[in-house]
């Protein structure tokens, strides 16, 4: 039998203040043996972690010192725009990642509150600067992997909504409004959904608000009314003009560029259906591109343009068969269930 005195020494070790004292008291025998247990790991792991990271006896306050000392440096190379050495910037994320673990403000270890609060704000900084990184390499590369930025997004949402970090994150939007257009450039539109009802309830009018999650919804409400050309209109928008709506964020526009590319991707799906032939010049228009640029978008998508007419391949598709029997005895059960339920 597990004790609540032998409980509370287990918190007290692994150092989560939030679960002590009459948490405990509703607690079953059962439940209680294994919190002890998960803790006992978490206790295990987190000690086998940090001596594998190096010299332990490196006090707090130097972990702390060496932490900024790589902020600035990542700030710095940051700052230096297309030139920006991201081998480098890689290197240092690690060494700084490697350093918040030590102080316990790294994710899955950031529990701390109140004296600690700066320090899971550097961490945030850290994370947040991360995902932009990530951004602009997904733009160098032209590549459509967000894994990394992924990460990111999840770990901020730890510091965002679940930690005491005091202030809010001047960046926190826009962080979430590059998470949101990446769900719509992915075409996952009800994932857009559950994401934006995660964080709005808590502070609708704020977040609906900011300029990074206003532009998404407005951008997914243009999507889900085939309103294209309101998209693509974004692009030819100078970056001043959108600085001045609050849009000053470059990876914003990257996320922009992707949402537009996924659309023209389904309107040429919808024309190789539609037409056997069409004009350039219409075609052109509908995917909102340029006649010069139609030639190289035709090519990927192996089209014949000839005579000023696209040609579309044809494509020999099989006709699904739908199991009509199978499926009226499913409407016809589901009738029964509602009847029985009412």
């Known amino acids: 039998m597990v004790t609540r005195r032998a409980l509370n020494q287990i918190f007290s070790i692994s150092k989560l203040p939030r679960l002590r004292g009459y948490y405990l008291l509703p607690f079953s025998e059962s439940l209680s043996e294994k919190i002890l247990h ?17 010299d332990k006896s490196e006090s707090h306050e130097d972990v702390v010192k060496s932490v900024y000392e790589i ?7 940051w700052n230096i725009g297309l030139a920006r050495n991201y081998d ?30 700066n320090e899971l704000t550097l961490a945030c900084d850290i994370l947040e600067l991360g995902a932009r990184v990530s951004v602009a390499k997904m733009a160098v590369e032209k590549s459509d992997n967000s894994e990394e ?25 826009e962080m979430l409004g590059m998470n949101l257009l990446k ?4 075409n996952r539109i009800m994932d857009f959904h559950i994401e934006l009802e995660l964080f709005v309830h808590s502070n609708t009018e704020k977040a609906l608000n900011d300029p990074y999650i206003k532009k998404a919804v407005e951008i997914e409400q243009y999507l889900t009314e085939g309103r294209y050309n309101k998209i693509s209109a974004l692009l030819t928008t100078k970056e001043d003009d959108l600085k001045v709506t609050g849009l000053k964020s470059t990876s914003f526009r990257y996320f922009i560029e992707r949402v ?36 190289k978008f035709a090519k990927e998508r192996n089209w014949t343009i000839a005579d000023d007419y696209v040609y579309f391949p044809k494509k020999n598709e099989e ?20 009847d029985t339920i009412i």
């Open 38 to 54: 998960v803790l006992i790991s978490f206790r295990l792991l987190r000690s086998t972690f940090l001596e594998k990271m190096g």
């Open 71 to 77: 902020r600035k440096k990542l700030a710095k190379e």
């Open 88 to 117: 480098k910037v890689d290197e240092l994320l690690n060494q700084a990642k490697i350093l918040l673990a030590k102080m316990q403000s790294y994710v899955p270890l950031a529990l701390a509150e109140g004296e600690a609060r």
């Open 149 to 173: 930025f992924d990460r990111y997004i999840a770990q901020l949402k730890h510091y965002y909504f679940d930690l005491n970090i005091g202030n809010e994150s001047a960046y926190m939007y």
């Open 183 to 186: 769900l719509l450039s992915q």
């Open 260 to 295: 537009v590319e996924n659309s023209r991707t389904i309107i040429a799906d919808v024309m190789e259906k539609a037409y056997a032939r069409l004009d350039k010049k219409s075609a052109s228009k509908s995917l909102y591109i340029s006649e010069v640029d139609m030639n």
């Open 319 to 338: 006709t699904e068969i739908l199991p009509s029997y199978q499926l009226v005895q499913d409407g016809l059960q589901y009738a029964r269930d509602l």
